[in-house]
């Protein structure tokens, strides 16, 4: 299996952009999960879905900021629109249902000036 | 969801056995604890998890206490490509298991 896949690796846009970040999780699993990481906060969880649907969004940090899970194999994460203090590397993570690992993805690191 | 605390940061020479231990007071019935590492510039990875006693793996030791309210984490013989961060995580499967990372523990390993 490829693991989980993250496209752009790195993305730099200006500030009022519009930034999609996509995710392919590895296939079977039931969760899929958004993580921001910055050296301010650590690994912040933004969202979390459960067989496509979104099961906790608390993480999102405003209107900002959607999260779309169309089918089992692509998650989207939208910045509209982004500002300098979403610079981040954004993570997309997924599992299996039951007490088993999450597998990361590479990361996405997003610069916005 | 249960809180985790562990230190921000603790270093250690090559050859040592490093324990990182993690306070979970509110940990609930159906939670597991779970072990993550992070290099620079990756994603976490999965070291170890358990539930209650003591789990080994190739790679480290998870020691639960009876009352599950702490871990610790036994690293045996760090070397050097043992620095990173390590992150505690208490979840339930209604949570995927694993959802506060938080800023973990920086473990700084020296010759």
């Known amino acids: 299996d490829a693991g989980v896949i993250q496209s752009p690796r790195h993305e730099v846009t200006e500030m009022g952009q519009e930034v999609t970040l996509r995710c392919k999780p590895i296939?079977?699993?039931?969760?899929l999960f958004w993580y921001r990481q910055t050296m301010m906060r650590g690994l912040e969880l933004l969202i979390y879905f459960n067989n496509n649907v979104p099961i906790d969004d608390s993480g999102m940090p405003e209107d900002r900021f959607s999260a779309k899970m169309p089918n089992a194999s692509f998650s989207t994460l939208k910045i509209q629109p982004s500002e300098p203090r979403d610079s981040a590397v954004y993570f997309c993570a997924s599992t299996r249902e039951g007490p088993y690992e999450q597998y990361f993805g590479p990361g996405t690191r997003l610069t916005v000036t | 969801l249960a809180k985790t605390t562990q230190p921000i940061s603790m270093d250690s020479y090559e050859g040592q056995e490093v324990n990182i231990t993690c306070s979970h007071n509110n940990i609930a019935t159906n939670d597991y604890i779970t072990w993550y590492q992070q290099f620079p510039s990756q994603g976490p990875r999965f070291i170890i998890q358990g539930y209650k006693t003591k789990v080994t793996n190739e790679v480290a030791s998870l020691f639960i206490p009876a009352d599950r309210k702490s871990s610790t984490l036994s690293l045996p013989r760090v070397s050097l490509s043992d620095t990173a961060v390590y992150y505690c995580?208490?979840?339930?499967?209604?949570?995927?298991?694993?959802?506060?990372f938080g800023k973990g523990t920086s473990l700084l390993v020296t010759p």
């Open positions: 296939s079977g699993h039931d969760y």
């Open positions: 995580l208490v979840g339930d499967s209604n949570s995927g298991y694993a959802l506060n």
